[in-house]
């Protein structure tokens, strides 16, 4: 059983990837960095959850489209 994602991660992720789904991919370190320049997060600790978190729903998106 995974860990329980908070509101504030998941009003965040919801936001970003719905301004930029176009600029992040199914990649954790690339989507970390888009994650750092679209948003002001104050510590890396919260970044790195927010990009695991949209890593997670590109990945799922993506698996929808194919089937």
Known sequence: MGRIKTV???RI?????????QDF?????ANK???GKYASIPSNKLR???AGYVTRMIKSK???KEI
């Open 8 to 10: 504030l991660i998941k």
């Open 13 to 21: 992720t919801r936001k970003l990837v719905k301004e930029h789904r």
């Open 25 to 29: 991919k199914t990649d954790f370190e």
């Open 33 to 35: 960095q888009l994650v």
């Open 48 to 50: 790195n959850i927010i």
């Open 62 to 64: 993506q698996e929808v």
